[in-house]
């Protein structure tokens, strides 16, 4: 029972929702990577390689044995680096997006937090906290004052 009770705290405080999202998101902007590379990407690399198409590079470790008719008697082994290069530069622009928006989220957190900065709004409990701390440090002035 409590294991039910601890869910509907985790979904009922929206972190259930906000990973939901995050995936969809993560999920889409994987196929936009993807095109990225493969579309826009690795042409213009391939035309540069003399036409070389990374995709379908690979090793072969063992050829195909097929038959006159045709069918495949044994399989190709190959080691398909081409796949590898590509998923390896998928991963390269997928991380540095990563890096740049969380670096921007990072900036306009530390702005937003900043209580004397007036171009991005402060957070409701940040901006509570300052006053306090203001306030308290009149009462603590205001103390030292009375005692000397």
């Known amino acids: 029972m409590s294991l039910f009770k601890e869910f509907k705290e985790f979904a009922v405080k929206g972190n259930m929702m906000d990973m939901a999202v995050g995936i969809i998101i993560g999920a889409s902007f994987n196929k936009v990577i993807d095109v990225l590379?493969?579309?826009?990407?690795?042409?213009?690399?391939?035309?540069?390689?003399?036409?070389?198409?990374?995709?379908?590079?690979?090793?072969?470790?063992?050829?195909?044995?097929?038959?006159?008719?045709?069918?495949?008697?044994?399989?190709?082994?190959?080691?398909a680096y081409g796949a590898l290069t590509e998923a390896l530069l998928d991963f390269l622009i997928i991380g540095f997006t990563i890096f740049i928006v969380v670096k921007f989220m990072n900036r306009l957190r530390t702005k937003a937090q900043d209580t004397k900065d007036v171009t991005v709004a402060t957070p409701k409990d940040i901006q509570l906290l300052t006053d306090l701390t203001e306030l308290i440090q009149e009462q603590n002035e205001i103390l030292k004052a009375q005692q000397n």
């Open 37 to 79: 590379v493969k579309k826009v990407l690795l042409p213009p690399l391939s035309l540069l390689s003399n036409g070389i198409n990374l995709q379908h590079k690979r090793l072969i470790l063992r050829n195909a044995e097929i038959d006159a008719l045709g069918v495949i008697l044994i399989e190709e082994v190959a080691i």
